[in-house]
């Protein structure tokens, strides 16, 4: 995952862009990817796709010819999507143009204006202070002409054709932990599940990963495929999987969904630092196009996102020239893509739990009674997860009501069907007489 970041971070991944197809040709190059494509001006939705846009140069220089600012340094030194300009400036007509970073005097800023359309250079703010002459001589050559705008997609067939939607965004040049590691990440659990090492076999679910530009590449693939998304089930966005906080789970705009369910109360079990947070509380991607309305997939998102008492949250280096290769480890994100792995484990496994018993088990002769004198609370808990099988509650639901991990609830559910007393279902099964009919 390190040597593919380190190939791909420094290239201009701009919306639409050389350098965004250049990065998502490396990525299909690694595992098998269509690659939808969506021209200039076609209309998602209410949005249409923005022109391809190519920086050729851009430099700040002194009226004397010395260089203080060059793109050819750093992708990040030009505001993305920034209108062209060659002009000599005074100071104080220039400063509206130049961007720094609110917090961090010695990084560039990423600042991108794609709708709002300005010329504008990035910088950092020590080398701001030193900028005492009167004027000064600004070249940016940048041009906007019909393009495509691609979206990589891996796909990974189930047994059924519910599908969950993985998804990670490209278009952050000159940075690493947001955006590429949540594309290497989900990479790299896509090659597993495709060799089937999840589960043993086809995995019940259809998966794709989508790889894409933020908010629009979503856009574009959604109102492309409308006939998919009845199929979508759920769904998880990735991003910021490399630095050092652990991992933050945020919910669907559906809180009360099985994805949400399952996936929570599977978190817990598997990062022990890791966090929960509400829709909308942790960080926005692309999760609100498919939360959205007339979309309306229940997608979560995973990402290290400092805990919401830390001053430099998301994470110190964001959106800046800081967010290198050096803030993240291999080590971490292959902790991330376990965590991923584990979470989508559960998901497969999360079914109804159907009773094939009728009153309370007789324990003792099945061999599954805890003592409750050695074990109180694995008493309670058989007893607790026991009484809720009767074809209504997945192993999600019987977790999140009991305040427990999947893990736990899954382990004695596993026990109890070892022991035919109950069998699992992909819908509901209710044995509840009345019910039945
Ligand atoms: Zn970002």
Not at 58 to 64: I, T
Not at 191 to 200: T, V, Y
Request: charged share 25%; proline share 7%; net charge negative.
């Amino acid at each position: 995952m390190m040597d593919l970041i380190s190939k791909l971070w420094l290239m201009k991944r701009e919306l639409v862009s050389d350098g965004f197809d250049q990065a998502l040709d490396s990525l299909a190059r690694e595992i098998p990817m269509d690659i939808h494509e969506y021209p200039t001006g076609e209309s998602c939705w209410t949005w249409k796709i923005p022109e391809k846009w190519t920086c050729q140069e851009a430099y700040l220089e002194s009226l004397d010819g010395k260089r203080l600012i060059d793109y050819a340094n750093h992708p990040l030194h030009v505001v993305s999507y920034s209108l062209p300009y060659e002009g000599v400036l005074y100071r104080k007509d220039l400063l509206p143009h130049l961007h720094i970073h609110p917090k961090l005097p010695d990084a560039i800023p990423f600042m991108f204006k794609y709708y709002e359309r300005d010329w504008g250079l990035c910088l950092p703010q020590t080398l701001l202070d030193s900028l005492t002459e009167d004027a000064y001589r600004v070249v940016i050559h940048t041009t906007f002409e019909p393009g495509i705008l691609k979206v990589g997609e891996i796909l990974i067939p189930g047994v059924s054709d519910e599908t969950f939607i993985l998804v990670a965004h490209l278009c952050h040049p000159g940075m690493v932990n947001d955006d590429l590691t949540g594309v290497v990440v989900g990479l790299e659990a896509a090659r597993d599940l495709l060799h089937f090492s999840l589960i043993q076999g086809q995995p019940y679910y259809t998966y794709r990963l989508l790889i894409l530009p933020e908010t629009i590449g979503s856009l574009a693939y959604l109102s492309h495929q409308e006939d998919l998304i009845p199929k979508m089930v759920g769904g998880l966005f990735l991003e910021m999987l490399g630095n050092a906080s652990p991992h933050a789970l945020q919910g669907s705009f559906q809180p009360d969904s099985q994805p949400d369910k399952c996936l929570s109360s599977t978190l817990r079990g598997l990062d022990t630092d890791g966090y929960l947070g509400a829709y909308r509380s942790v960080i926005g991607n692309d999760e609100r196009q498919f939360n959205a309305p007339g979309v309306r997939v229940p997608m979560l998102s995973l990402s290290r996102v400092e805990p919401p008492e830390s001053p430099t949250r998301p994470y110190r280096e964001y959106h800046s020239s800081l967010d290198t290769p050096a803030i993240i480890s291999q080590e971490r994100l292959d902790e991330s893509k376990g965590v991923l792995l584990g979470l989508l484990q559960a998901w497969e496994n999360n079914q109804y739990i159907v009773n094939n018993f009728k009153g309370e088990v007789f324990c003792s002769g099945y061999g599954i009674w805890i003592d409750y004198r050695t074990d109180p609370e694995g008493h309670r808990l058989l007893f607790r997860i026991m009484e809720r099988c009767d074809g209504e509650h997945t192993v999600a639901d019987i977790a999140t009501e009991l305040n427990t991990s999947f893990q736990i609830v899954w382990r004695v559910v596993s026990l109890l069907e070892a022991k035919e007393l109950v069998w699992l279902s992909r819908i509901p099964h209710p044995t509840d007489p009345r019910k039945r009919g």
